[in-house]
């Protein structure tokens, strides 16, 4: 998984990637915070999360899980 890739979330379908964070606290701390139950799906030590722009607009990245 690379910044810039899509990726198929079962939530939100296919979304891009913007970002990637070491660890789940620094994405919150960014305001990745929207779950996309990926993690559910895919067991590969990774999860996709969402952080909200405005009432129409998401963006994503992708986390490494502890």
Avoid: S, W
Avoid at 2 to 12: A, D, H, L, Q, S
Avoid at 44 to 54: A, F, T
Wanted: hydrophobic residues 30%; charged residues 35%.
């Amino acid at each position: 998984m690379n910044v810039g890739e899509y990726i198929e979330t079962p939530r939100f379908c296919r979304v891009k990637i913007k970002e990637y964070f070491e660890t789940e606290g620094e994405a919150h701390e960014a305001g990745y915070t929207e779950p996309t139950h990926y993690r559910r799906k895919h067991q590969d030590g990774y999860d996709v999360l969402g952080k909200v722009i405005d009432t129409n607009r998401m963006v994503f990245a992708f986390v490494k899980l502890d």
